[in-house]
């Protein structure tokens, strides 16, 4: 591009008159380099991406489709753009309100004891990342969902579950990670950084994607760059970095597709085995995934143990130092591990004791002593077991 200092503006626009086909139309009439996009069921709501410069003028697309060129005041092509569809615009700094009336186009309820109801069903995600395999079975308990894990290699893995229809929300592997699911049909996909939904970038291959301002006949030769600016393409290419095997371009040549096909073709442009898009789409259940470890959502106290033991048991995996250095000292110097604990209830014993002779009303020191003393007998005690446990377990490894 001639112009370097070009930055993406996004909003939307509603209006009842707001047919997308003919926004598309009036945007290509006036050459204006923008993305359209909404979903079939409410096509009266579409999401408008377009760019500006940083004399805030709204960036046209060349004849030759090469190159970007400044136009009319984004301010005025706001406002020409709700006044000509009698809708309302908003888009960065700017707003432009139109409608006439308001827009109430809410899909048909139906009540369980309809005719029409349809049992809603669970959805289900697959998440790619990094997140501990000696985690999984607690993870599973915390949710209550049974677990499934596909390895993919460099210490990456795919989690697998079924959510039920009653749960909102999944919080589950160790971020970052890609999560895939299907809503209604149509296949979401995102990167989760951290804990802020504003660090979350996403696509989903259920709405309608349009570039406009593009001469006829030369969509396919528009430099990378330009389409870029106001599409897609830079997000699919951040979701498949964070997949070992992904394949970027792949999964840009996804973008235009639909249903089932989109399914497979994601999941193809991502290296996951294709078993994924099988569970995905709900062709198999997550015991019939092939290569998947299935754990199953048990008590906290039995997946803890569980955990507990994958960790012992796996001499490759990465353990903490302190638990690490914990292991070798129970291992070669038991005697040392018991003398602490016998020295720390000793003390504990001794606090407790003191707390309880001394007189009434007892001062606050009294009780910090005797809730301090009871916590050190406790945390003795626990000592002792865990330390014969990791000696039980190592003895039979």
Known sequence: MTENNWERVEGVMIGRHADPKMVVEYLNERHILSQIEWYPISPQLLGVCFAQNSDRAIAVVTPDGQDLQAGAPVEQFVNELAEFFEAEVRAGDYRSDYLVEPIINMPELFDEDDEGWIEPEGTRVVEVGRTPLSSVPVLAALEGCDVGVVELGSDCR?????MPVDKVGWNFGSLPLVSLSLREGALYASVVFDDHFESTVSYTWGMEHVLTGVPAGKAASIPVDIRDLVGDGLDLDVIAAFVPDA??????????MRGDESVYAVVRALGLPRGIASFLLGESVLDEVPD????????ISQAIGRSVDMMLEDREAVVHPGFAAYRALDLDRPWIVRTGAAAEAVVGAGLVAWAARSRKPRSVWSVVG????????????????????????????
């Open 158 to 162: 795919a989690l697998l579950t079924e």
């Open 247 to 256: 394949d970027a371009e792949a999964l840009r040549r996804t973008a235009c």
């Open 292 to 299: 998947a470890r299935v754990y199953e959502a048990r008590r």
């Open 370 to 397: 005797a809730l301090a003393g009871t916590a050190m007998l406790v945390d003795s005690v626990a000592e002792l077991f865990l330390a014969k446990y990791v000696r039980q377990r190592v003895d039979r490894s």
